[in-house]
């Protein structure tokens, strides 16, 4: 049975904020992300200790193996989530960095010219719509020129990434009017029922990353956070 992504939410709230870490971090929820992930790669118990330390091919192998055991469906964002994002955008040029069946990029695209971008996009997007392209990508390395889109969105991935701050550099550089990130709003332990290896259950979790010398905003919306921050030129910023 799958589950959609508010009672995801309600499961993960109810677990992660309301029992004793003690518990959270028992053998006995360990077994359970194990039964629940099966055989893959890398323990997904151990995954967040061993992440940083994998290679890129390593991790892309790690990735393929847990796609190849789960349905992902067509998005992870709860409709207000998606509300927000689709109402974030601004300009006619739009990336969707690691768009995974390109759901957002087929509700973009009436209004926008896409290009949606994965490490595996030709293996799984949906849809046909005339106003989105499609490329393969990496989040750390986009194959884009500095500017090159109007704003650029990406959903539930930075919490994937090896290198969050290479990531986010690579969002910003391709970004000539916005950038719009979404995030789980989650907290951290050693087992947990996705294999996500960073974690913002504070709003300074994320910023911590983000810092705050960009024009931004930063709600909690439909369960997630959800960031945006609006580009300026380098010389703007240095200037007095």
Known sequence: ???SRRASLWINE???RYLPPSMRDS???GDLARRMYGDLTIDIVELKDKAFYL???EFAAFYQSLRSRFDQGAT???PESLDGVLRAVRGKSVLDVACGLGYVCERLAPDHDVIGCDVAVSAGRRGTHPNVRWCDGNVEELPFRDGAFDT???THTLEHVQHFGAALDELRRVARRRIVVVVPHQRPYRATFNPHIHFFPYKF???AWTGTDHPHTLDLVGGDWLYVEDVVPEDARQSP
Do not use: G, Q
């Open 1 to 3: 049975m799958k589950l």
């Open 27 to 29: 053998k006995l929820f």
């Open 76 to 78: 992870d964002l709860t």
């Open 55 to 57: 290679s890129r091919a």
């Open 14 to 16: 109810a677990l992660d």
């Open 205 to 207: 979790s994320l910023l």
């Open 152 to 154: 650029v969105v990406s």
